[in-house]
């Protein structure tokens, strides 16, 4: 599943916006933000929109209920977010997910 996931040659987003919402998963768990919505940086991320978009909605799905709202929506549609770049990066943060969940599992 990582290496399907992981594969250069087929994913729509790029793995560097994968490894960053990885980030965004890891820091949503730890509990280290408040709640889904709080602000990302704006410099690197404000040039590239497509991958801000692609953060929010990361940022969003990552809390289990997830928390995506009208305003990510949006944001996916602003930053030009297409169909199969939305369900991957859901279907990343799934699997992130999973990994986590099946971890607690061998935590004594």
């Known amino acids: 599943m990582l290496r399907e996931n992981l594969d250069q040659a087929t994913t ?23 709640k889904a919505g709080d602000a990302l940086p704006a410099g690197l ?36 977010l297409s169909a199969p770049a939305i369900i991957e990066l859901v279907t990343w943060i799934s699997v992130l997910q999973m990994l986590h969940r099946l971890s607690s599992y061998f935590v004594e």
């Open 12 to 34: 729509v987003v790029g793995l560097d916006v994968k490894v960053l919402a990885g980030v965004v998963f890891t820091e949503i768990v730890a509990r280290r933000f408040a």
């Open 45 to 80: 991320l404000g040039r590239y929109p497509n991958m801000r978009a692609a953060l929010v909605l990361a940022r969003a799905a990552s809390p289990s209920p997830a928390a995506i709202d009208a305003s990510v929506v949006g944001a996916c549609r602003e930053g030009g």
